[in-house]
């Protein structure tokens, strides 16, 4: 079993930052692809960003500049550094992996973590 569990939003002004974690433990053998989602209210879930076990990222045009996303291999963590954060960013932001197990190879999706940017 794996769990992926989300940390550091809460409530921010806009133009304000906020860092997001996402751990992976449990039966972890290898972690490829990391990726950050978000959902807004009434919206779609909609890819933020992703991030290869070798680094190499990409981003969703229009956060491009704001967000950066980065891991930890040896912590098994993705980070998601948001900045000038707008109130359109308000949504619950997901984090899903790419996990080998002993078992089997499946993408795992952390419980959320709600961000919201407000005056």
Excluded at 32 to 47: F, S, T
Aim: charged content about 15%; overall charge positive; hydrophobic content about 35%.
């Amino acid at each position: 079993q794996v769990q992926l569990v989300e940390s550091g939003g809460g409530l921010v002004q806009p133009g304000g930052s906020l860092r997001l974690s996402c751990a992976a433990s449990g039966n972890v053998f290898r972690i490829y692809a990391m990726n950050w989602y978000r959902q807004a209210p009434g919206k779609q879930r909609e890819l933020v960003a992703g991030i290869t076990s070798g680094g190499a990222t990409a981003y969703v045009d229009s956060l491009k500049g704001r967000f950066t996303i980065s891991r930890d291999n040896a912590k098994n963590t993705v980070y998601l550094q948001m900045n000038s954060l707008k109130p359109e960013d308000t949504a619950v932001y997901y984090c899903n992996a790419d996990v080998t197990t002993l078992a089997r190879r499946a993408f795992y999706w952390g419980q959320g973590t709600q961000v919201t940017v407000s005056s």
